[in-house]
């Protein structure tokens, strides 16, 4: 393997440069989920000039595939494309241009990482045995793009067999990659609550109904409920960020809305935290006389990593990495990824790569995050060698 699947020094340099060019011509024109049209037309443009067969999938996707010299199966590599609606605050050269957008999720490093694996396959293509189907997927952010590409048929003509995808790590050292089999991300649900009461006078709190009282009383019986009902060995957060309620500081309030999340890497307990609640505001209200309005919506799935693919690629990992930068991952991140959608209808699996360093200290979705653009390039080796081992297990 090592003598079919090896680059010179010269060409990683190459494709870093390459790498690098193109994800600072992206992050430096970013574009909210779902109106990645130029994002997706520059996407096209550099797989043409690999002669990499590409197409469009659900208005702004790409799909890329590199058929191998032999027949076989077929690997995903996907990458997300869209950012996030912030004001960028970075100084540097390719600092957004598009007031209030921002690639603040590493996303532009991801499609580069991407397309640098497509880069080093490309080199290897004839020793290779299978394909790889590369996913430019949009709405990562919102929407849940995956979803939609998988139902528009991402995974078929060639049937996918596995999909990876590999996300910019601000929590791990630069030079490590974070490995874990199971639940790695969270599910996330959305909640909005809308309690009606009835307004009265501020003096004369007998003659309304207070809706803010109402609320307060259902957060802190949230409070108790995550306290004491859920395992406490099974990760749960129940976060509400969002009260309103009242138009004047001498008026009963007649409404108040409350908005969160909710997330978890178990599926009984999702369920049962969103009966629960439902369940205790009802009492809440009906012992007031309040009454409510709900909104729940199902968001994305827990992600979970295949464990076959997280050990596969433990042995690429090894090829890239110093062995004591390879991390096991003993607790799931209670963020969520739409990339979970993709492991639950194929074996695949998301790993991190690590940007933390005395420079680049900031957090996913802060208007400062930036990373070391010497990481893409261990990222596309890492994609490009787990693909061939797959291919070829």
């Not at 959608?341 to 940007?355: H, K």
């Not at 990222?379 to 070829?392: I, K, R, S």
Request: proline share 4%; hydrophobic share 40%; aromatic share 8%.
């Amino acid at each position: 393997m090592d003598f079919l699947y090896h680059l010179e020094l010269s060409e990683k340099n190459e494709i870093l440069q390459e790498m690098i060019q193109i994800r600072r011509k992206i992050h430096a024109d970013p574009e909210l989920s779902t109106q990645e049209y130029k994002t997706s037309k520059y996407i096209q443009s550099i797989l043409q000039s690999m002669e990499v067969h590409e197409y469009i999938l659900c208005d702004t996707g790409v799909v890329g595939l590199l058929e191998g010299g032999q027949q076989g199966k077929t690997i995903g590599i996907r990458a997300d494309i869209d950012a996030l609606s912030i004001q960028e605050k970075n100084d540097v050269s390719y600092i957004s241009k598009n007031p209030e957008v921002m690639h603040a999720c590493g996303h532009d490093g991801h499609v580069a990482m991407a397309l640098g694996a497509a880069m080093i396959l490309k080199k290897w293509q004839k020793n290779i045995k299978g394909n790889i189907k590369f996913f430019f997927q949009p709405a990562e952010e919102q929407y849940g793009g995956a979803e939609r590409m998988i139902q528009a048929g991402v995974l078929q003509n060639p049937t996918v067999d596995a999909a990876i995808a590999l996300h910019l790590w601000p929590d791990l050292s630069k030079g490590t990659i974070g490995c874990k089999e199971g639940p790695i991300m969270a599910s996330n649900d959305r909640i909005k609550i809308t309690i009606k009461g009835k307004s009265g006078h501020g003096a004369m709190p007998q003659t309304g109904i207070d809706a803010l009282s109402v609320a307060s009383t259902f957060y802190q019986a949230v409070q108790q409920f995550q306290a004491r009902e859920i395992n406490p060995l099974t990760p749960a957060v129940i976060t509400f960020g969002m009260l309103s309620a009242g138009t004047s500081y001498n008026i009963i309030p007649n409404e108040a809305i409350l908005q969160g999340t909710i997330r978890t890497t178990d599926e009984a307990v999702r369920d049962q935290i969103e009966q629960r609640l439902e369940q205790m505001l009802k009492s809440i209200c009906e012992m007031v006389g309040a009454t409510y309005e709900w909104e729940y919506a199902r968001q994305y799935p827990v992600t979970n990593n295949h464990s076959s693919i997280v050990n596969l690629a433990k042995e690429s990992a090894a090829m890239v990495f110093e062995k004591d930068k390879i991390l096991t991952l003993d607790k799931p991140y209670m963020t969520a990824e739409d990339f979970s959608y993709f492991t639950q209808e194929i074996p695949g699996a998301m790993f991190f790569i690590g940007t933390k360093d005395e420079n680049y200290a900031y957090p996913l979705h802060h208007e400062k995050f930036n990373f070391d653009e010497k990481v893409l390039l261990d990222g596309a080796l890492f994609l490009a060698l787990t693909a061939v081992l797959f291919l070829e297990s």
